[in-house]
């Protein structure tokens, strides 16, 4: 592999997270993504550079029986799944078995969606609600099984979230996404045209990853639309130094938030790729890219990705100031997921371009 500078950098950041965090992370969306992108770097690597980290965190939920109990706390099946297909382990297949029996059997809210906070403490406070979250926290580990072990109950429920959730949080003008639906109330939530950053991230990478498992699935051809819509509406809002701000629709009245934006990134590259976005965005999508990895520092040894924004709820009260409000951090691990998979996108298409130059020059 041609040396690649950015990509280089972003596994300088990722070894020194996996050298210094604890591997008994939460068992929590965030830390999910986190362990998920790792075994995808592994993948692209060919490597088994953070097997160990990976397997020492399905070693402490093997021990420590987690709570699955919401859309949150399903997604670190995707570590469970991938690490019990690469190490055999039976103990790991028990727990994904345990988020897949959520998954098949947990009541439907609205269609086929189920209540985001589930049977979770805040799930009975806050207001029945599907949200936008939960098309990469629900939805993207059902398509990856489905695939792999020909589940056709598994693949319905992944193909049919992208549509029902545009249903239901897309704006039918904007086509940007708001966060939640709350049903009993019959409303989007926020009620004003207030679109968050990081919600909209996950669209843009769910859908993707969504569509590279299900084939030719009768729902195809709408996800690629809602797809398509959604990186047009995304277009105008980047910011000159590439970035894109925590409330999408209030430019320069927030602040830049580089979760959102290698998740855009990601999804930008990822749909030229498959030509499911003409070439347009590619330029967009490098731009991206770079405001996240220049980004990216080490100070005294510690390598740090700053500006991502803390985990982030729909208020009931004064959606705006909580959305502006939520402090940015350091490492979340959510971010650190958003930019390996930014970072892989770039990198294939880095090693390429650098192939047709020299192709060219003979």
């Given at each position: ?71 949150d ?9 991938v ?27 609205l ?62 003008s ?21 679109f ?86 590619l330029e ?45 951090g ?33």
């Amino acid at each position: 592999m041609t040396q690649n500078p950015a990509f280089s950098k972003v596994i300088q950041l990722v070894d020194h997270i996996t050298n210094t965090w604890n591997p008994k992370m939460k068992w929590m969306w965030g830390e999910a993504l986190f362990g998920y992108a790792l075994s995808e770097l592994d993948n692209y690597l060919g490597s088994n550079r953070y097997t160990a980290f990976l397997t020492a965190y399905c070693d402490y939920y093997v021990a420590h029986p987690p709570k699955i109990n919401q859309s949150d706390t399903v997604a670190p099946g995707l570590i469970t799944y991938v690490m019990g297909r690469k190490t055999g382990r039976c103990d790991y297949q028990k727990l994904t078995c345990r988020v897949l029996d959520y998954i098949k059997n947990e009541p439907r809210l609205l269609e086929d969606s189920v209540n985001h906070l589930g049977n979770s403490f805040v799930g009975k406070c806050y207001p029945k609600s599907i949200w936008v979250d939960s098309l990469m926290m629900f939805s993207v580990f059902p398509a990856i099984v489905a695939k792999n072990e020909q589940d056709e109950q598994l693949m319905e429920i992944a193909a049919r979230q992208p549509r029902i959730m545009a249903k239901y949080m897309q704006d039918p003008s904007d086509k940007l996404w708001y966060h939640a639906y709350w049903v009993h109330q019959k409303t989007h939530y926020p009620k004003h045209k207030l679109f968050w950053g990081r919600g909209n991230g996950w669209v843009m990478a769910a859908l993707p990853m969504i569509l590279d498992q299900i084939g030719d699935h009768p729902e195809r051809e709408t996800i690629i639309r809602i797809f398509q819509e959604t990186s047009q509406a995304l277009k105008p809002y980047q910011r000159s130094d590439g970035a894109f701000e925590t409330i999408i629709n209030r430019p320069g009245k927030t602040y830049r938030e580089l979760s959102f934006t290698a998740l855009v990134a990601y999804g930008f590259l990822t749909g030229v790729r498959h030509q499911w976005l003409d070439s347009t965005y590619l330029e967009q999508g490098l731009k991206a890219f770079q405001a996240v990895q220049t980004a990216i520092v080490e100070k005294n040894g510690e390598w740090l990705l700053p500006e991502i924004s803390g985990p982030t709820i729909p208020l009931p009260l004064f959606p705006y100031l909580g959305y502006k409000w939520i402090p940015r951090g350091n490492n979340w691990a959510y971010g650190l997921a958003a930019v390996i998979f930014a970072a892989i996108e770039q990198d294939r298409y880095y090693q390429t371009h650098k192939t047709q130059k020299k192709d060219e020059t003979r």
